[in-house]
């Protein structure tokens, strides 16, 4: 039962990081009316925030091209993940960012605890 609990807490924190993305791709689109400037924080966000998480901090960094571990992996996460439900924020869906930092923070609560970081 253990097991499933972690496994589903792991898939969670996978949609998290997806997540993000697409919090910041919705909020790229909201933030002007200029098609020109919606397409490059659109799409120049996620794709941004894509290439920083595989330097730091795909697949719990080891995958990653420089892993972060210890306190700096700890600010990463606090910063990618605060960043996504910001954009959520700053799109004008509070009640979305209020679920997703909650969220955030039960899956990081519960990898302390089964010694998953």
Do not use: D, Q
Request: charged share 5%; net charge neutral; hydrophobic share 60%.
């Amino acid at each position: 039962m253990l097991a499933l609990a972690k496994n589903s807490n792991a898939l969670l924190m996978f949609l998290l990081e997806l997540g993000v993305l697409v919090s910041a791709g919705y909020w790229g689109f909201t933030v002007s009316p200029h098609w020109g400037l919606k397409l490059l924080a659109g799409l120049g966000g996620p794709a941004l925030l894509v290439l920083a998480w595989a330097l730091f901090g795909a697949g719990g960094g080891a995958n990653a091209t420089f892993p972060l571990t210890g306190p700096a992996r700890a600010v990463l996460e606090i910063l990618w993940f605060g960043g996504g439900a910001l954009a959520l924020y700053a799109s004008g869906l509070v009640t979305s960012a209020a679920v997703f930092s909650v969220l955030f923070v039960v899956n990081a609560v519960l990898r302390i605890v089964w010694n998953e970081v």
